[in-house]
């Protein structure tokens, strides 16, 4: 079975967060990486475009619906 890990960045917090606690944030997410390619789990990784882009698929009364929202 493969999942899918999502991670979402909150761009009002990071703008609000000083350089060392964004470097925290990002050797956060780094260390992540690295423990799920050094347990075999890591399969690939894609940057997404900005939740201002973003359209999400909601089933909804039998069909498929399109909203223009983020999905984080």
């Known amino acids: 079975m493969k ?11 990071l703008g ?8 925290k944030m990002v050797e956060a997410c780094t260390d992540f990486d690295q ?3 050094a347990k075999g789990h890591f399969a690939a ?3 997404l475009q ?3 882009a973003a359209t999400t698929i909601r ?5 498929a619906t399109l909203v223009r ?3 984080c």
Do not use: I
């Open 59 to 63: 089933w909804q009364g039998g069909k």
């Open 45 to 47: 990784g894609f940057a």
């Open 3 to 13: 999942f899918v890990c999502l991670g979402c960045l909150d761009k009002d917090a």
């Open 35 to 37: 423990e799920l390619h």
């Open 16 to 23: 609000k967060a000083g350089r060392r606690e964004q470097q």
């Open 69 to 71: 929202r983020p999905f």
């Open 50 to 52: 900005d939740t201002s």
